[in-house]
């Protein structure tokens, strides 16, 4: 029998951020995002991955506007921690990190063989970077992949310093050696609004972690930032 593994799969329904309004439309595209998204996370995930969803940013499913992503999430295995937020989020991976906290809090991460963190707002093509995690020897499962839009053009992705953490993963024993890192390192972060790519890339250098590298995830994201771009017509992108 195959040792069991995990999925962190970080997700903020209703964001509030500092700075940015979502109007209704918005949100309502985000449900559809995410039910989009988690659906084929669930497709293609092995049998042998439990998969649980922390949001941030809702009390309970009953707050969603789309009652076919409440009655999905209904069913699945699924924490909301937004009581646990003082105030609006300044930094993104900052709160996803706390998700993860409150996530080793409620269960024991030693009973997994191994912990994969996604950000869930992606749709994974394929189960490519499972297998990978199946048959990771070294400790972490590291990328920092370029952007390939839909019309040929290829965005490349800052390497200096950083590693991707739409998807990583690690040992469970060195994924608990993460959240000590960072637990310490949080504040910090948030003051000084350090990311939680360089955050991970810190932890990787200073805690000499050995690690295996993907190119390229087999991912498609859209991109959110560019979205009031006028003259882009391909926002969607593969990494």
């Not at 504040?187 to 000084?192: F, V």
């Amino acid at each position: 029998m195959s040792p069991k593994n995990l999925v962190f799969a970080s997700a903020a329904l209703h964001p509030e951020r500092s700075g940015i309004l979502f109007n209704k439309k918005e949100t309502l595209q985000r449900e559809e995002d995410y039910l989009f998204c988690l659906r084929q996370l669930y497709r293609v995930v092995p049998k042998n991955f439990d998969i649980f969803i922390v949001d941030n940013s809702i009390d309970n499913s009953s707050s969603l506007h789309s009652k076919e992503l409440q009655l999905f999430l209904d069913q699945k295995n699924v924490l909301y921690t937004k009581k646990t937020n003082k105030q609006k989020i300044k930094n993104i991976g900052v709160s996803e990190l706390r998700e993860l906290f409150h996530l080793e809090q409620e269960l024991d991460f030693n009973s997994y063989s191994k912990v994969c963190y996604l950000t869930s707002r992606r749709f994974i093509t394929n189960p490519y970077v499972f297998e990978k995690t199946e048959s990771l020897k070294k400790q972490a499962l590291l990328s920092n992949p370029d952007f390939i839009y839909l019309d040929g053009e290829v965005s490349i992705s800052e390497k200096k310093g950083m590693f991707n953490d739409m998807f990583f993963a690690m040992k469970s024993e060195t994924i608990l050696q993460y959240i000590e890192y960072s637990k310490y390192q949080i504040e910090n972060m948030e003051k000084n609004m350090i990311s939680s790519e360089n955050n991970l890339y810190n932890f990787v250098t200073e805690k000499n972690i050995k690690y295996e590298y993907l190119e390229f995830l087999g991912f498609l994201r859209y991109d959110y930032y560019r979205k009031n771009v006028s003259e882009i017509k391909h926002k969607y992108h593969f990494v």
